[in-house]
């Protein structure tokens, strides 16, 4: 949003709170649709080269091309890259600076899947959805492993999704049930163990469990925001909420920068913006919350990877419709 608004003559402001750049908890993963918006954007971004998609679901695996070429990257990186474009455009950048909530006056919202004080999403009810990320150090065998593959391993109430980056480590992020984690005694590390056997518990070989295992609750998945209040611009995470699995997570958070900006610099309010932004994000979110929903049933997962496995244009397919459209 920043780097559309500062290209557009504006001169926005960037408040971030973490003083150095760090390693966000998911969005790993840039598509080729996301990668030709930041190339209009003058951000280009090195990553490891992903061209198809690899699932497994207890012991069947199946595997299919994408429908272009894609990057699998870390965010500190991505995030980086992306600030000094901004300020390279014209826009601020103040660091260590903490948006507690808000006060009324214009702001673009960009905090993620965390939420401000003021503005919350609705609360998942009934089996909540938590977000856990571990990174698995660099190492000969999981690149062999992992290859040119963003791989997703179906569990009983979750899945696991898998990405090399940049520098030869990778990126493994769960969304799970409440209950699921609770069956595991609350212990992230507990159930990687427990789910970790087969073709999972050969790349959690290299896991250094010494490293925290990053969490987040109540994830809204399926969740996107028809409306808002006046003057507050809702962006990636708080704007739609797609399901991690589809990988589409940063499309949607370039996607609603580049279309938040094109409003304001119209003259347009927040409002109209959120609406339109709502239905273009309406298919995609909604076929992956579908997706998502039978992922997570060991019954629904088998008889999808053994589909995949039949005809793979499926997951090309699949890929294809839960992109964010122009």
Same mark, same amino acid.
């Given at each position: &949003?920043?780097?559309?608004?500062?290209?557009?003559?504006?001169?926005?402001?960037?408040?971030?709170?973490?003083?150095?750049?760090?390693?966000?908890?998911?969005?790993?993963?840039?598509?080729?649709?996301?990668?030709?918006?930041?190339?209009?954007?003058?951000?280009?971004?090195?990553?490891?080269?992903?061209?198809?998609?690899?699932?497994?679901?207890?012991?069947?695996?199946?595997?299919?091309?994408?429908?272009?070429?894609?990057? =699998?990257?870390?965010?500190?990186?991505?995030?980086?890259? &992306?600030?000094?474009?901004?300020?390279?455009?014209?826009?601020?950048?103040?660091?260590? *600076?903490?948006?507690?909530?808000?006060?009324?006056?214009?702001?673009?919202?960009?905090?993620?899947?965390?939420?401000?004080? =003021?503005? &919350?999403?609705?609360?998942?009810?009934?089996?909540?959805?938590?977000?856990?990320?571990?990174?698995?150090?660099?190492?000969?065998?999981?690149?062999?492993?992992?290859?040119?593959?963003?791989?997703?391993?179906?569990?009983?109430?979750?899945? *696991?999704?898998?990405?090399?980056?940049?520098?030869?480590?990778?990126?493994?992020?769960?969304?799970?049930?409440?209950?699921?984690?609770?069956?595991?005694?609350?212990?992230?590390?507990?159930?990687?163990?427990?789910?970790?056997?087969?073709?999972?518990?050969?790349?959690?070989?290299?896991?250094?469990?010494?490293?925290?295992?990053?969490?987040?609750?109540?994830?809204?998945?399926?969740?996107?925001?028809?409306?808002?209040?006046?003057?507050?611009?809702?962006?990636?995470?708080?704007?739609?909420?797609?399901?991690?699995?589809?990988?589409?997570?940063?499309?949607?958070?370039?996607?609603? =920068?580049?279309?938040?900006?094109?409003?304001?610099?119209?003259?347009?309010?927040?409002?109209?913006?959120?609406?339109?932004?709502?239905?273009?994000?309406?298919?995609? *979110?909604?076929?992956?919350?579908?997706?998502?929903?039978?992922?997570?049933?060991?019954?629904?997962?088998?008889?999808? *990877?053994?589909?995949?496995?039949?005809?793979?244009?499926?997951?090309?397919?699949?890929?294809?419709?839960?992109?964010?459209?122009?």
């Amino acid at each position: &949003m920043a780097i559309a608004l500062a290209m557009a003559g504006e001169r926005p402001v960037i408040h971030e709170r973490q003083r150095e750049t760090g390693d966000a908890i998911c969005g790993g993963f840039l598509s080729w649709r996301t990668l030709a918006s930041l190339e209009r954007l003058g951000v280009a971004v090195p990553g490891h080269a992903v061209d198809h998609v690899r699932v497994f679901a207890g012991e069947m695996t199946a595997s299919a091309p994408l429908p272009g070429g894609a990057i =699998g990257v870390s965010r500190r990186v991505l995030d980086r890259l &992306m600030l000094l474009r901004a300020e390279a455009a014209g826009a601020g950048v103040e660091r260590g *600076v903490t948006v507690k909530a808000w006060d009324g006056a214009p702001m673009f919202l960009a905090t993620g899947k965390h939420e401000l004080r =003021g503005l &919350m999403r609705p609360k998942a009810a009934g089996d909540p959805t938590l977000g856990l990320r571990l990174r698995l150090p660099p190492h000969p065998s999981l690149a062999r492993l992992i290859g040119g593959a963003i791989e997703l391993h179906l569990f009983d109430r979750g899945y *696991v999704g898998l990405v090399a980056q940049e520098d030869g480590s990778a990126n493994l992020c769960l969304a799970v049930r409440k209950s699921r984690l609770a069956e595991a005694d609350g212990n992230p590390a507990t159930l990687l163990r427990q789910i970790g056997n087969g073709p999972l518990g050969e790349r959690l070989a290299q896991a250094d469990w010494s490293q925290p295992i990053d969490a987040i609750a109540s994830v809204p998945y399926g969740w996107r925001a028809t409306t808002t209040q006046a003057g507050v611009w809702r962006l990636g995470d708080q704007a739609a909420c797609i399901p991690s699995l589809a990988g589409e997570g940063m499309g949607i958070a370039v996607a609603s =920068g580049i279309a938040a900006a094109d409003f304001w610099t119209r003259g347009m309010d927040a409002e109209p913006f959120q609406r339109a932004f709502a239905r273009r994000t309406s298919r995609p *979110v909604g076929i992956a919350k579908l997706l998502w929903q039978a992922a997570e049933n060991p019954r629904f997962a088998a008889l999808g *990877v053994r589909s995949i496995g039949v005809m793979p244009s499926l997951a090309a397919l699949a890929a294809k419709v839960t992109r964010i459209g122009d």
